[in-house]
């Protein structure tokens, strides 16, 4: 099986705008997560999704969203951007119905600078 | 909030030494997954341990769960330049389900 994707893998933005992140999960895997990895805070919890539905959210400000599609791919989206935001943003997928009870199993990522 | 503190932070060993790491949490976890990243990779998942006192080997590698499921540790015998990268534990909290990321330690192997 293909492992998951992210796109696009590298990403340049500036202050203010907004950007938009997607994950193909591996085939058959119905819960995507998302986590921010910075050098100062490490990895992060965003949120989760299962069946199209978010199951869990970290503890980042409103303008960090995502979704689900009927097919699991997941997107997140980032508005209005602030050079803190600038990290490595990493999606899971697991074959349970839980990430955090189940292996995940991690994107290469996608790298977002903001300028 | 929930915290999981790792260390150390940093460890370098001379090829063949062995290595641990340490996590540690302010609250009692419902569960715990090792995951490993190779510089420049991503998060690859090792283990989950679930039972109280629960200890499980991967060839070289033995992990552990504390009896209280509040600590957790990574223990590498004959450390390999193949070992090299980062150990990050992740610790689940029964009331909320949130996964919380320790901040892991970046292992160097001297050869």
């Known amino acids: 099986k293909a492992g998951v994707t992210q796109t696009p893998r590298y990403l340049i933005k500036t202050r203010g705008q907004q950007v938009t992140l997607s994950c193909s999960p591996i085939s058959g895997h119905r819960s995507v997560s998302w986590y921010q990895q910075t050098p100062g805070q490490g990895l992060q919890f965003l949120f989760e999704y299962f069946s199209e539905t978010q199951r869990n959210k970290g503890n980042f400000p409103g303008r960090f969203s995502g979704r689900q599609f009927s097919n699991s791919r997941s997107e997140m989206n980032v508005s209005t951007l602030e050079l803190g935001d600038s990290a490595l943003y990493l999606c899971a997928s697991s074959e349970g119905s839980h990430g955090a009870y189940n292996e995940q199993f991690f994107g290469p990522g996608t790298r977002l600078t903001v300028l | 909030g929930q915290q999981v503190m790792q260390i150390p932070q940093y460890q370098h060993v001379q090829e063949g030494e062995d290595f641990t790491t340490y996590c540690n949490s302010s609250t009692t976890l419902s569960n715990i997954q090792w995951y490993k990243q190779r510089p420049g990779g991503h998060p690859v998942f090792l283990i989950q341990l679930v039972k109280s006192g629960e200890v499980k080997k991967q060839k070289r590698l033995t992990f552990q769960f504390g009896e209280a499921k509040k600590n957790s540790s990574l223990h590498i015998t004959a450390t390999q330049t193949t070992d090299v990268g980062t150990y990050f534990c992740?610790?689940?909290?029964?009331?909320?389900?949130?996964?919380?990321f320790g901040k892991g330690t970046r292992l160097h192997i001297l050869p």
């Open positions: 992740a610790g689940v909290e029964n009331r909320d389900d949130k996964i919380i």
